[in-house]
């Protein structure tokens, strides 16, 4: 449904201060690019989230939790109904039963990637540093099952807590989530219901006690290896393709179609790394897309292999 005047006076005089209308989320996004949500809400606290995912569910409006935005291409069109914005809420980390012998990290949902890196490698807690350099919330990270090197985050959940539509509260164990390449599938009884996406609030990663100088060793060398192959002063959304099935990267097959540096708009082929599209400035989500397309029908043409977008594309 979309939102009518009843539905934003509620918004306005719930979340003042906190909602925006007609909110472009070109500045919500790693990429800069994406047309305007109807509204934006970004919840302070945990309750206020709560209360507005129920709200929405019982009016039938739409909603879509974001966190760092850093692997969502917004269409142009901009998306209807409620953005959740998850970075200003959820923002506690600690050690659970610090006791039990070995570490157990909670983390709400709205805690930046390179934060829990930090805390993981100031306690000395080895199992994290694989996230090193993703840009990336804890929530987003768990439903794109993040990772790196071979490892991701569904590696190392225990447990994830999730608020369902109707507000309520579920924990789920590791063996009830399906982790795959970039996804979290949801065990089908949480989404029979239309539009019943659950919100991720906070999830346990356990760790390992390891030595701190080789800890913070191995992260210098990842962050190096990072920074020396991949695009950091550009705005992207990481890697646009997965890797397909076989022994050549998806970065390796647009390489070798001689697309490194092809330009739409303002939309470019990363000359550092080819999985990454970077926008040089005022590139639109329509550039991403038809450059997207370019890739995908000259990788299919030559190699016979079709590449799936990695990157989530919404609206
Ligand atoms: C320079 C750069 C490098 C990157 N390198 C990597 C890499 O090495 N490996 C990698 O895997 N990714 C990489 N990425 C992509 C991205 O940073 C990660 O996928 C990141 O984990 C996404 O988290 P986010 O908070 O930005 O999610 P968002 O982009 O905000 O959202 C992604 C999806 O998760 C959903 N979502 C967000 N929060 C929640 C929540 N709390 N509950 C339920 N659903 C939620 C959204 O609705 C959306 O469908 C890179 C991106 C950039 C810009």
Redesign the pocket.
């Known amino acids: 449904m979309p939102l009518n005047r009843k539905a934003r006076t509620w918004l306005t005089e719930s979340y003042a201060g906190d909602v925006t209308f007609e909110e472009p989320m070109s500045d919500h996004?790693?990429?800069k690019v994406g047309g305007p949500a109807d509204a934006l809400v970004r919840p302070k606290k945990r309750d206020d989230l709560v209360r507005l995912v129920r709200w929405a569910s019982e009016h039938g409006i739409t909603y879509?939790?974001?966190?760092?935005?850093?692997?969502?291409l917004v269409r142009d069109s901009g998306i209807r109904g409620i953005v959740i914005l998850?970075d200003g809420c959820?923002q506690t980390i600690a050690e659970k039963n610090p006791a039990s012998g070995y570490p157990v990290v909670v983390a709400g949902?709205?805690v930046k990637?390179p934060a829990l890196c930090a805390y993981a490698l100031k306690h000395g807690f080895k199992g994290f540093n694989f996230?090193l350099?993703?840009?990336?919330?804890?929530?987003?990270?768990?439903?794109?099952?993040?990772?790196?090197g071979g490892r991701?985050?569904g590696d190392v959940v225990e447990t994830v807590g999730?608020l369902m539509p109707d507000g309520s509260i579920r924990t789920l164990q590791k063996t009830d989530l399906h982790f795959s390449y970039?996804n979290l599938d949801w065990p089908p009884e949480l989404t029979a219901e239309p539009g019943s996406?659950?919100?991720?609030?906070e999830a346990d990663f356990c760790l390992k006690q390891a030595g701190k100088p080789g800890i913070r060793q191995e992260a210098r060398q990842i962050l190096k290896l990072?920074n020396a192959h991949?695009?950091?002063t550009a705005?992207?959304?990481?890697?646009i393709f997965k890797n397909p099935v076989g022994d050549r990267s998806a970065g390796q097959l647009i390489d070798m179609a001689g697309l490194k540096g092809k330009r739409i708009g303002d939309a470019q082929v990363s000359p550092k790394h080819a999985n990454?599209i970077v926008n040089r400035g005022q590139a639109t989500a329509g550039d991403i897309l038809a450059l997207m397309d370019l890739i995908r029908t000259s990788v299919y043409e030559r190699y016979r292999i079709k590449l799936e977008a990695?990157?989530?594309i919404?609206g």
Not at 133 to 144: D, E, F, H, N, Q
Request: glycine share 18%.
């Open positions: 996004t790693s990429f879509m939790p974001i966190g760092a935005g850093s692997n969502i998850l959820l949902a709205g990637l996230i350099g993703i840009p990336g919330t804890v929530g987003g990270g768990l439903r794109v099952n993040a990772g790196a991701s985050l999730l970039r996406t659950p919100i991720i609030l990072r991949q695009p950091w705005p992207s959304a990481g890697c990454f990695e990157v989530r919404v």
